[in-house]
Nanobody, 127 residues
Framework: VQLQASGGGLVQAGGSLRLSCVVS????????MGWFRQAPGKDREFVAS????????FYSDSVKGRFTISRDDAKNAVYLQMNSLRADDTGLYYC?????????????????????WGQGTLVTVSS
């Protein structure tokens, strides 16, 4: 599975961005997908995840109510709509495919259970 993330950029606080991640390779519909981010000097952190069916979505507390993850299986793509952006949302955003062997609903937030990381797309929010 190869992932290509795009849509990052520079935006003022309170603004919006929509990130896209296009998946190629193995059958996309088999994988739950996730978005993670990494700010300078910090560890990679969970942002949002969506089940293979799209029926379940999960968010970190810091983005809940502001970000929305979705997927379009016909386009082999997953999206992250980011609204009400804040300066602390700044970072390199990665999409990844869930490849864990444990129960997804209990491990959806663990970077170690994701693979095929894309190259990341940079989001910079100015205050």
């Amino acid at each position: 599975v190869q992932l290509q993330a795009s849509g990052g950029g520079l935006v003022q606080a309170g603004g919006s961005l929509r990130l896209s991640c296009v998946v190629s390779g193995r059958t996309f519909v088999r994988y739950p997908m996730g978005w993670f981010r990494q700010a300078p000097g910090k560890d990679r952190e969970f942002v949002a995840s969506i089940s293979w069916s799209g029926g379940s979505t999960f968010y970190s507390d810091s983005v809940k109510g502001r970000f929305t993850i979705s997927r379009d299986d016909a386009k082999n793509a997953v999206y992250l709509q980011m609204n009400s952006l804040r300066a602390d949302d700044t970072g390199l955003y990665y999409c990844a495919a869930y490849m864990g062997t444990a129960l997804y609903s209990e491990t959806y937030f663990r970077p170690s259970d994701f693979g095929s990381w894309g190259q990341g797309t940079l989001v910079t929010v100015s205050s």
